[in-house]
């Protein structure tokens, strides 16, 4: 009896899961799902295998002699271009596959209430690639260059049909899109002027800091290849209330302003020294007065 029980209540659940879920209905899931996952498998190695190729073909033309090959600026633009082209197509061909193998019987009015949004909602992205397009043809910048975007100064890190990756000075990573560049400003297209002024004291002959300063400048240009036109001492640029500023000028390629500045600021100060020429600093007079004899004593420090 007991055992009859236990068959009887088997075969009704049986009979409440064949109503609801079928085996049939079961194997579809199952095939769906697996098709699901096979396609962000079949995703996930296109665009890795994608990207060594692009990777392959970036470095090859960096190396290449040809006549017809890029110049490594161009190449690595290109290259990170074709790695987001890459990417957007075969997401939004594998999104579309699983859309469709999910909901392959839905109706036409679902669809066209669908379709409507996500159209709504890609004005925005038809901008980005438009502008993307455009910076792209007219060649505005390219990846390893230093731009400002706004409020944001750094080197491009990678340039994608829809944002631009940069990076500041600071390390922080700034992702714009590109619908939203409207004005950029480019530093690395041409030579980049670095300036260094050097003030000495009014009791120095003007001359001899002219001549010891051009010293340093014809031994500093002789020693680096990267400065592109002849260092100028300009000469005295102007009367400050404790000093006379000598303005110094030359051109050197993007990015070593700040380094050409460092090191000539350095050897200039070296050469004033070994000259006895006096550069300007805070004085403060100490006076001992000693009431009873009535004797001053004066000292500069």
């Not at 036409?108 to 949004?117: P, Q, R």
């Not at 990678?158 to 631009?164: D, E, H, L, N, V």
């Amino acid at each position: 009896m007991y055992n009859y029980l236990i068959k009887l209540q088997l075969d009704e659940n049986e009979l409440i899961i064949g109503k609801y879920i079928s085996l049939e209905n079961i194997e579809k899931i199952i095939n769906k799902l697996l098709m699901i996952v096979f396609t962000i498998i079949v995703m996930y190695l296109t665009v890795k295998i994608g990207n060594y190729l692009i990777k392959k073909f970036v470095k090859r033309q960096i190396k290449s002699n040809a006549r017809l090959s890029l110049e490594s600026q161009r190449a690595k633009t290109l290259g990170e271009v074709m790695k987001s082209v890459l990417k957007y197509a075969v997401y939004f061909i594998g999104i579309a596959t699983i859309l469709s193998n999910l909901f392959s019987g839905m109706s036409f009015t679902f669809a066209s209430i669908g379709g409507f949004a996500v159209g709504f909602g890609t004005q925005s992205l038809i901008k980005d690639l438009i502008n993307g397009f455009f910076i792209l043809f007219e060649d505005q910048f390219g990846v390893g260059d230093h731009i400002t975007i706004g409020k944001f100064n750094g080197i491009v890190e990678s340039i994608g049909i829809r944002t631009t990756t940069i990076k500041d000075f600071t390390g922080d990573i700034h992702s714009i899109p590109n619908g939203a560049i409207i004005e950029v400003t480019n530093h690395s297209r041409g030579n980049i002027r670095f300036m260094v002024d050097v003030y000495i004291s009014y009791e120095e002959n003007i001359d001899n800091a002219i001549n010891a300063i051009k010293e340093v400048c014809d031994e500093f240009q002789k020693d680096n290849e990267d400065i592109k036109e002849p260092i100028q001492v300009l000469g005295v640029d102007s009367l400050n209330a404790s000093s006379v500023t000598i303005r110094v000028i030359g051109k050197t390629i993007p990015l070593k302003q700040w380094g050409m500045e460092r090191e000539l600021r350095k050897l200039i100060k070296l050469k004033l020294d070994e000259k006895d020429i006096e550069i300007p600093h805070t004085k403060t007079q100490l006076i001992n007065v000693n009431i009873e004899k009535g004797e001053n004593y004066d000292r500069n420090i």
